[in-house]
């Protein structure tokens, strides 16, 4: 069935919303979950289950996008949600399944790369940008409010509530998708048979980075991205466990940072983005940015008190405008015509650092001992939970060693960019990716070479 109404952006907002909220409702349960399942090497096990994902999404990425150029959007938006929430209802059940299931679910766990193409298909080049900045703050609206009521609900009801409350939201999500989504790739526009081949070029993870050296330009963004990114993939992973288990908070205050964090990234991605950008320049709001996360994973790093944690988090959200900026200087910079081949390869190094940056600090942690002897102790009046002797005993020096590491990468992340040019065209000589683009692609957008074939490198954007 083709859905309700035609095609259009908030077929895929919602699709997105019901998702995360979901996700967002389980912060708090997670984390305690997490502690209990690996109370030796928390730290260590969370980013190697973290980092499985996110490889596993990387590699499947590209290959899930050509299918869905044959296939059609809606089938894939049906698997992709279906898988990414299947470890839901497996956290009160089997958690040491949970955990496995959430590894191996990242071979599917690409929906909002399938949702960016899915609103290439129905909007025009000069529309495309605010469509993605639409479903992209719909995220962050859902991360704000979903772990606030999760935390809540968790303290008055029990966890096992809030696993029924994420798991009827997603079966919610699944059966919106089945009955409301209209597919967006007409059919007309497919090719003649699903057994239509597929090359390896459309499915390699790999084709963009190839195509890194190519331009002293584009390998120098690429770097910055990659020394910037790396550690701020490597942190959205942990963050909250620390929060929690090392820093003391409670989950209410756990829910808290987060729903003001994002509230604050929503305001220096909007309104404090342009005026800089109006400003200083491009290239300056990307070294402001790039300095403003130095001091927020310095401060991450050394900071041994709660209010130290909330005043780097203001900092954080400044940290936020980098990589739109980024993006901003490549469309700027780059030909017409290169669109989709710059923008591919710096998506495509923030989805390795996906992978690689969560197995990092799992590993950073490791090595130096950063780890809880015994369970979360009972919380004291004012709220948070009392920070235990070991932590204070053996980390009184550097809390959080991965951070320090972290602000070190990014330190030679704004080096490298200071030798970025404010104003040249890039030129990537890709006469392969245009000739494959221009025998296999779809004319139902008129969007730009690469763009149409390798739509789930957007996922990374986010």
């Not at 605010?130 to 704000?144: E, K, P």
């Not at 992973?237 to 409670?250: E, H």
């Not at 920070?387 to 951070?403: A, C, R, T």
Request: proline share 6%; hydrophobic share 50%.
């Amino acid at each position: 069935p083709q859905g309700i109404g035609s095609p259009s952006v908030y077929h895929a907002v919602i699709v997105i919303f019901l998702e995360f909220f979901a996700w967002g409702l389980l912060t708090a349960p997670t984390l305690v979950v997490l502690h209990e399942t690996f109370p030796k090497h928390t730290f260590l096990m969370n980013g190697l289950i973290q980092g499985v994902k996110g490889l596993l999404s990387f590699l499947s990425a590209p290959l899930i996008g050509a299918l869905s150029d044959v296939w059609g959007r809606k089938s894939f938006l049906l698997l992709t949600v279906f898988f990414t929430c299947a470890p839901i209802p497996l956290m009160k059940i089997s958690p040491w399944w949970y955990f496995a299931v959430i590894s191996v679910s990242g071979v599917f766990a690409v929906t909002f790369s399938v949702v960016f193409a899915y609103v290439a298909d129905i909007t025009q080049e000069h529309e495309r940008s605010m469509a993605y900045g639409l479903v992209s703050a719909t995220f962050a609206a859902s991360l704000v409010t979903s772990p606030a009521i999760g935390a809540y609900l968790g303290r008055v009801y029990g966890d096992s509530l809030v696993v029924v409350l994420a798991t009827a939201i997603a079966l919610l999500d699944i059966c919106f998708i089945l009955v409301a989504v209209p597919e967006s790739l007409p059919e007309k526009m497919r090719p003649a048979s699903w057994g239509a081949p597929i090359s390896w070029e459309q499915a390699d993870p790999f084709a963009s980075l190839k195509k890194v050296g190519q331009d002293s330009i584009v390998l120098l963004i690429c770097i910055t991205v990659f020394l910037s990114y790396l550690p701020e993939a490597g942190q959205y992973s942990s963050f909250f466990l620390y929060l929690r288990q090392i820093m003391g908070f409670s989950s209410e205050s756990v829910a808290a940072f987060i729903a003001v964090l994002g509230i604050l990234s929503i305001i220096a991605q909007t309104i404090v983005l342009s005026l800089l950008m109006r400003s200083i320049g491009n290239k300056n709001t990307i070294l402001l940015g790039l300095g403003f996360q130095i001091l927020q994973l310095a401060w991450y790093g050394f900071g041994s008190e709660p209010w130290m944690m909330w005043a780097a988090g203001a900092v954080a959200a400044m940290s936020s405008i980098t990589f739109p900026a980024v993006s901003a200087l490549v469309s700027r910079t780059a030909d017409a015509d290169q669109q989709g081949v710059v923008q591919g390869m710096i998506t495509g190094i923030r989805g390795l650092c996906n992978g690689l940056g969560p197995a990092l600090y799992g590993f950073i942690f490791y090595i130096f001992h950063v780890e809880l002897n015994e369970l979360p102790m009972p919380e004291s009046p004012s709220g948070g939970s009392i920070i235990s002797q070991y932590h204070l005993q053996q980390n009184s020096i550097i809390p959080g060693p991965p951070f320090l590491f972290g602000a070190c990468s990014v330190l030679l992340a704004l080096l490298v960019a200071l030798f970025i040019p404010e104003h040249t065209n890039l030129n990537v000589r890709s006469s392969n990716w245009k000739k494959h683009c221009g025998s296999h692609g779809h004319p139902h957008s008129p969007q730009a070479p690469g763009e149409a074939k390798e739509p789930l490198l957007q996922d990374t954007n986010v």
